[in-house]
């Protein structure tokens, strides 16, 4: 079992849909999360981190973590086609901040 | 500014024969690391360079994997004797520190 579990995908919405992104985790004592987009043909690009309690918002994307279902979630609110693409989670290994990826999940937005 | 850059962007390889794949770092930046990623799955780290200084290559899959970084600058990594499940999109990243890393866009290396 990998330590951060992803839905492949691929999630196909329509331009303007809320999408919701989840990983599962399986060590309780992660305390810190990465999410990354990449797209087709490019490397990851981090969207954002987030610690284990609360949420972080940083314009259209907000990053959540249930500690206590261990659940990682991204929302995208007013999706466009531009977000189309795979969306990594990732935690960060040992006492690095090198990442432990998910598979990621293929994202569609159609106009 | 320039971004990391590797190259060749694509690479065919027959079975057995070496190859070398080449990343530039965005200059200055300290810390350099490889990825393998297979189709289908996410980056799978392989080594980590602070310089010169290779101080972890824990994610190599086999002796037949060999990276450097001379002059703590460009970086190498070689695959001898490739093997068809070495097929995969070899990524490389740099940063200023061990936080956040900007990925290149990778080296799609085909073994047949």
């Known amino acids: 079992q990998k330590e951060v579990e992803q839905d492949p995908g691929p999630l196909s919405v329509p331009e303007g849909a809320i999408v919701s992104l989840n990983c599962t985790y399986s060590?309780?004592?992660?305390?810190?999360f990465m999410w990354y987009r990449q797209y087709s043909r490019k490397g990851p690009e981090l969207l954002m981190y987030?610690?284990?309690?609360g949420n972080k918002e940083d314009g259209r994307f907000t990053a959540q973590v249930d500690k206590s279902s261990k659940y990682i979630s991204l929302f995208i609110r007013d999706s466009q086609p531009s977000d189309s693409a795979t969306y990594l989670c990732?935690?960060?290994?040992?006492?690095?901040?090198?990442?432990?990826f998910g598979r990621g999940t293929s994202l569609i937005v159609h106009p | 500014g320039a971004g990391v850059s590797q190259s060749p962007r694509y690479k065919v390889a027959k079975r057995g024969q070496d190859v070398a794949l080449r990343c530039d770092p965005i200059?200055?930046?300290?810390?350099l690391f490889w990825y393998q990623q297979a189709l289908g799955q996410g980056p799978e780290f392989l080594t980590y360079?602070?310089?010169?200084?290779?101080?972890?290559k824990s994610g190599l899959p086999s002796d037949r994997f060999f990276a450097e970084r001379p002059e703590g600058s460009v970086s190498t990594l070689k695959i001898q004797r490739t093997q068809q499940e070495d097929s995969a999109v070899y990524l490389c990243?740099?940063?200023?520190?061990?936080?956040?890393?900007?990925f290149g866009p990778g080296t799609r290396l085909t073994v047949t």
């Open positions: 990243a740099s940063s200023l520190s061990s936080e956040e890393q900007y």
């Open positions: 060590n309780s004592a992660f305390q810190y």
């Open positions: 987030t610690y284990s309690s």
């Open positions: 990732a935690r960060p290994s040992g006492g690095s901040y090198i990442p432990t």
């Open positions: 200059s200055g930046h300290v810390s």
């Open positions: 360079f602070q310089n010169e200084a290779q101080l972890d």
